[in-house]
């Protein structure tokens, strides 16, 4: 075969370009000879001298092509264009010496650029065909520094509270590495046009040339062909790449901002960033231009963008899929499992038992090739969807996070021990079934041992312990006990406070993994926002977790709750909880949001808590009888809209307390009948009801029965059908508040017909013991003044003399202006019949001072 024709023929040009070679030849002996610079042509034409060399065989067309293995699609775009036969410059002449002369990302020149307006100024030196082996690289850029940055994975994980961190955007500048071109016939005017080239692996660059053009003369000068100065190509995947995460970057800096003003104009920025920077990686993943791993890596962040701040759920399960398909036939197993993870949260929008039947697969396949990191994330990911998906899988949760601890336990992973078995204790106290207590303080008690060991310590895990036991002691009514863990948790916050272990904003908890002998490549840069590498023998998994604001904001509201129960502080709750709400209303974001969505579920979380502050500072004002505070928590509420069906249920109870402490009655009564607080008469709780509204539904009953005490309001049968009602779901409650409180209804009304002396006693004798095991100030206040009212009215002698004394001195504790003025007039009453005039008159006045203050509150 002829040497030209290696790379096919050149069509109806070949001869035509012969002759212009030849001829061009010709001018240019012919241009030495006339004007005598002989050192200055050698330099920019040494080869004319010598004439026409040997030239050079090309290889077969079947070895043309130095990437044999290279993508079909690739080769087939890229495929060498056919060249004239002509002759070829020997490769050791110093014509093929000569380094050939490229040209610069400049803006493109004029098409003759060594004239000007006619005149001949210097020679051009022509493009000069390099003397390379077929096998030699052409014009490519370095893609190492786009397939090894990290690109973002997910960022939500197992369990919520949200908040993966992003992966710096690729902004390594683009590095072209440039060789001489393979040999070729020149053309006459040759237009070389740099490339960005791709990996071997992909195929062979195009060779790309313009037709040539028949020089020109002017002014009978002859002049030699003078090469254009081709525009450089740019490659426009590095600059879409940049662009999307720009976007990304500045859409995610004020997604807080966004999050608590929701304006229509800084939304719809938001959503214009975003949607810039979807479609730039769109643009991207449609290109032919991609290597398989940033394929993969592409596709797992445009769908990570996808399932965050859209609802395209279709189409993030068919872009993940694509990248699954990838990741397996390359075998990139760390992006296969983190595409897989993000594909079971996508999945679980749309169809929970699918996501539970893929999800058992993937750990069944992380557990055959002991990929251990990668079963701890896919079966805490489990736990979290058994959560999410109502009370009646928490067993399954708590059976998954088991066997998450039993792999930790035999494995030394302490630190996903210790996870493990925290979740587990807060799923049982969420339950609150019978034995509740005794399962969470075995979590506790397992954890604890653990906690002398520094390695395993984390802050997040320490605070998590410290409220998990707390908030155990709450449920229990211990409210000596919870004092003194509440200041163990103050002092362990106040040490971490300055502790540069645990940022401010941080969101995020780093749980330690040992290494595994021999392991593949399944923890990368790609997959930190599920599983982070480390150095030292470990790797990370990242969980969610609680912020040093948020902890610093549940300690509040908890401190509020404890001292509610001191009778020397009656108003530090509302102070505490006044904290809370101050905190949380602070500029500074909670932790680093990475979408919009995340943001609002952080600023929702952070509104509901504030919300829940309000309405206890509404109930706490509302047993000092102050119901213009009242008011304004009502107002709070309402203004914050909470959407939670907990906080909903408790502001309309506050809203019925109100009522009823305000003497408005008839709305009262209409709360307290609303079928939200609808009780089963079989005394079971009402099905699908949570422990709350039971509890609730419980107390707006109990309010009935005090109301129809009220002469307008009396209905007997209603009474004593209410009365058996509540009689088998109020004497067996495990909670001793509820019992109490329903000793103290039972023990104060009057039924027709009447109770007998002994229960009145037996009730009263409860309600006492009640007050004084819970601590509760209050109750302790009506349980003196009622056995004064019922056991003691028209008594002459010591023993009712002291008894109402003791009401007089609890209620003054109790700081409830309305049973201080109760108290005292039945103390003016026993200072009459004992004859002591002087102090009855003082008393009495001081009561009826009291009843006014009272009832001037009611006037909001």
């Known amino acids: 075969m002829p040497p030209g024709e290696a790379y096919g023929s050149q069509g109806q040009h070949q001869q035509q370009q012969h002759q212009l070679f030849q001829q061009a030849v010709h001018q240019a002996q012919q241009f030495e000879h006339q ?19 040997p030239q050079t065989l090309l290889p077969h067309p079947q070895f043309a092509n130095p990437y044999p293995s290279g993508n079909q699609q690739y080769q087939h775009q890229h495929q060498p264009q056919p060249q004239p ?19 610069t990302s400049a803006a493109p020149q004029q098409q003759y650029p060594n004239y000007n307006n006619g005149a001949f100024q210097q020679p051009a030196t022509p493009i000069q065909p390099a003397s390379a082996p077929m096998s030699a690289q052409m014009q490519f850029v370095d893609p190492s520094y786009l397939q090894q940055a990290p690109l973002p994975s997910p960022h939500s994980n197992a369990f919520p509270a949200s908040h993966p961190q992003q992966i710096a955007a690729m902004s390594v ?8 071109q393979a040999h070729r016939p020149m053309p006459l005017k040759a237009s070389p046009k740099l490339e960005e080239s791709r990996p071997p692996s992909r195929g062979t660059p195009k060779l790309l040339s313009k037709e040539p053009r028949r020089p020109s003369s002017s002014a009978g000068v002859t002049k030699l062909p003078a090469t254009s100065h081709a525009a450089a190509h740019v490659e ?11 976007c990304f970057e500045k859409a995610n800096a004020a997604t807080h901002q966004v999050a608590r003003s929701m304006t229509p104009s800084e939304v719809a920025e938001h959503h214009k960033l975003v949607a810039t920077g979807l479609a730039c990686l769109d643009v991207a993943l449609k290109s032919n231009k991609l290597w398989p791993r940033l394929e993969a890596r592409l596709c797992l962040r445009y769908t990570s963008i996808l399932i965050e701040e859209t609802t395209n759920v279709m189409e993030a399960e068919t872009t993940l899929t694509r990248g699954i398909s990838v990741c397996e036939k390359h075998r990139f197993l760390d992006l296969k499992y983190c595409s897989q993870f993000l594909l079971m949260k996508t999945l679980f929008q749309r169809n929970q038992k699918a996501a539970f039947k893929s999800i058992e697969s993937h750990i069944a396949d992380c557990t055959t090739y002991k990929h251990v990191p990668w079963i701890y994330a896919f079966r805490f990911l489990k736990a979290a969807f058994h959560l999410q998906s109502g009370t009646a899988a928490d067993n399954h949760a708590i059976e998954n996070l088991r066997k998450i601890a039993g792999i930790a336990n035999q494995r030394g992973d302490r630190a996903i021990f210790v996870v493990a078995m925290l979740l587990e204790g807060l799923a049982h106290l969420s339950t609150m079934k019978d034995d509740w207590a005794t399962r969470v303080q075995m979590c506790i008690a397992q954890v604890s041992k653990l906690q002398l060991d520094e390695s395993t310590r984390t802050p ?5 312990l410290l409220l998990l036991d707390l908030a155990c002691s709450l449920h229990q009514k211990t409210h000596h006990i919870s004092a003194q863990k509440l200041n163990t948790l103050q002092r362990r916050l106040e040490e971490l406070k300055q502790s540069q272990d645990w940022s401010p904003q941080s969101g995020e908890m780093m749980l330690p993994i040992n290494w595994t002998q021999n392991a593949q490549q399944i923890i990368s840069a790609d997959t930190s926002a599920v599983l982070r590498p480390g150095e030292d023998g470990v790797d990370y998994l990242i969980l969610s977790a609680l912020g040093k604001q948020e902890a610093w904001a549940l300690a509040y509201a908890f401190n509020g709750i404890v001292a509610h129960y001191k009778a020397s502080t009656p108003g530090r709750s509302s102070g505490m909880w006044g904290e809370v709400t101050r905190l949380l209303e602070d500029s500074k974001p909670l932790a680093s949001a990475q979408s919009l969505p995340e943001a609002l579920k952080q600023a929702e ?3 509901e808590l504030s919300c829940y502050a309000h309405i206890l500072t509404g109930l706490q004002a509302s047993t000092l009888s102050d119901w213009a505070k009242v008011k304004t928590c009502l107002q709070a509420v309402e203004e914050n809209e909470p959407r939670s069906e907990f906080l909903s249920i408790l502001a309309f109870y506050l809203e019925g307390v109100f009522y009823q402490g305000t003497a408005a009655l008839e709305k009262a009564i209409a709360i307290w009948k609303d079928k939200r607080f609808d009780m089963d008469w079989s005394g079971a709780p009402k099905p699908g009801a949570s422990r709350i509204e039971t509890e609730l539904s419980i107390l707006a009953a109990l309010n ?8 307008n309001q009396t209905d007997d049968a209603e009474t004593a059908e209410l009365i058996e009602l509540l009689r088998p779901i109020c004497e067996d409650n495990p909670d001793q508040e509820i019992r109490t409180v329903y000793n103290l209804v039972l023990s104060a009304i009057r039924m027709n017909p009447p109770l007998s002396i002994n229960q009145i006693k037996r009730h009263i004798q409860q309600s006492l013991s009640g007050a004084q095991q819970t601590s509760n100030t209050q109750y302790l206040s009506m349980a ?12 002459v002698g010591e023993q009712a003399l002291k008894s109402a004394k003791a009401g007089s001195a609890q209620a003054r504790k109790s700081g409830n202006v309305l049973w201080m003025s109760v108290a005292d007039g039945m103390l003016a009453q026993s200072f009459e019949m004992q004859g002591a005039l002087a102090e009855a008159k003082a008393t009495h006045e001081a009561g009826v001072r009291l009843a006014n203050e009272a009832f001037a509150k009611t006037q909001v």
């Open 704 to 711: 009935r029965l005090w109301i129809m005490q009220e002469p």
């Open 85 to 103: 036969h002509v002759q070829y410059v020997h490769p050791h002449s110093a014509y093929a010496q000569q380094s050939a002369q490229f040209y």
């Open 173 to 180: 500048p683009v590095h072209r590495a440039i060789q001489p």
């Open 460 to 464: 997040q895990t320490d605070v998590l």
């Open 35 to 53: 004007h005598g610079h002989p050192d200055q042509h050698q330099q920019h034409h040494p080869s004319l001298q010598h004439g026409p060399q």
């Open 784 to 795: 003196l003044n009622i056995m004064r009212a019922r056991l003691f009215e028209n008594v």
């Open 236 to 246: 426009t995947l590095p600059l879409l790449l940049h662009v999307a995460e720009d």
């Open 605 to 607: 979380w952070a509104r």
